[in-house]
């Protein structure tokens, strides 16, 4: 089980009473090095340009890698860009290009990306909702056009709806996107009506749904048509921020939630894509629950 980290990714700062700060992935990566022993830690590379420019067109580059920062840039209400954050967020989308390539080469069979930005919000065109750019859009599309794969699944259990991901996606066959969140909620996307070319799956839930009908929605919805797919590879937008001790959300899961629905998706990767599984960290607000939900996630990876 490889882990791809980087420092770079803890020196994106966003400034004062930020909700997506830098100690949210020291808290990760703490308790990881602290709940294993045995885990495979590598340096995240940088993406090229060209890998980004598969999900991502020139106007998002030049603006994320390219603007000249003298302290911190507001590109939306929430989204920041610092003088260290361009270096962060080609480490996070690198990460996951390395992470695609290790467990489509045999390398491992399943890799947990610790990185910040995160990334499900940006769009093709545009940095949004804490995220620079689209990591696991990359990933994706890495695994589309350098490996050949023609099924790649996406499944995001963040609390919040990975409208950026669905929209780069919402087009394109081959790649299927599974979606359970808060709503309504930021961004104020992922109705069930969403089906992009029939390859969009979204299961909203109401401010205040725990685990029963959570993982009803996955075992009546997303599963079933995830199972359908039979992905030959599988990608986690894994956001921990439906927590109940979350404070940007009012979804009420545990621990244990997150836990059971990797074991199932590690299960369904098994049966389709040789076990290959790469995550992506999203969000999670709550230090102490991104430290625990972080550690069962990994033990239900690694199986």
Known sequence: MRIYTHSACLLHDTGPGHAERPQRLGAVIE????GFDDLDWQEAPRATRGQLLRAHDEGLLASVLEAKVEQRIQLDPDTVLSQASAEAALRAAGAAVAAVDAVLSDACSAAFCAVRPPGHHATAEAAMGFCLFNNVAVAAMHALERHGLS????VDFDVHHGNGTQAIFAAEPRVQYFSSHQMPLYPDTGQVRERGVGNIFNAPLLPG??????????NGRLLPALDAFAPQLLLISAGFDAHWRDPLAQLQLDVEDFAWITGELRALAARHAQGRIVSMLEGGYDLQALRDCSVAHVAALRG
């Open 209 to 218: 749904t725990g685990s029963r009908r959570f993982r009803e929605a996955w």
């Open 31 to 34: 308790a990881l090095r602290g």
């Open 151 to 154: 099924r790649v699944a996406i």
